[in-house]
């Protein structure tokens, strides 16, 4: 490597050797026995660890966080308020949007289960400038974006 950093080269083969140990990681983080027979998915951790982050959020608010349909997230918020994850109400100053949060019986296990994940890149990202951390978030959505490309199937 470069005093200035590495290669295009260099830097291709440190993320094939990083990014199987990040997902390695992630997949260990054991689901608490609480939450076990949920069957939550992806999108569900998503949705939690915005909420545990923000504490609440509209139903409109989360879907533009996640990049989701509104009737998408709609549907996650319902079920997860079926199996009393989340609580839903109605917000004091527009009764037509509902505010959403953890339920309280399930917070300190999401909690401990998905708050490592934010303070992990609360680290990561906290001593980098604002153009650095715009870098690194750009470099991963483009790398999502080109992988996707990899696994369409064709038509």
């Known amino acids: 490597m470069s005093t200035d950093g590495p290669t295009v080269d ?6 094939i050797r990083l990014m199987p140990r990040l997902m390695a990681r992630a997949k260990r983080m ?3 026995e609480r939450l ?3 069957a939550l998915t992806p999108r569900h951790l998503s949705l939690l660890a915005l909420l545990l982050y923000d504490e609440s959020a509209t139903v409109k608010r989360l ?4 990049q989701l349909a509104s009737t998408t997230v709609s549907l996650m918020v319902g079920d997860l308020s079926r199996q009393n994850i989340l609580e839903r109400r109605e917000d004091e100053h527009d009764r037509r949007r509902t505010i959403v949060t ?6 300190p296990a999401i ?3 998905l708050g ?7 680290t990561a990202l906290e001593p980098l400038s604002p153009a650095e951390r715009r870098l690194v978030i750009n470099a991963l959505l483009t790398y999502e974006r080109e992988t996707m490309a990899l696994t369409r199937q064709p038509d």
């Open 10 to 15: 260099e830097g291709v083969r440190e993320m």
């Open 36 to 38: 076990r027979d949920f």
């Open 102 to 107: 953890i339920a309280g019986a399930h917070r």
């Open 116 to 122: 490592a994940g934010a303070a992990a890149w609360r």
């Open 30 to 32: 054991p689901v608490p």
């Open 63 to 66: 879907a533009e966080q996640l």
């Open 111 to 113: 909690e401990a289960w």
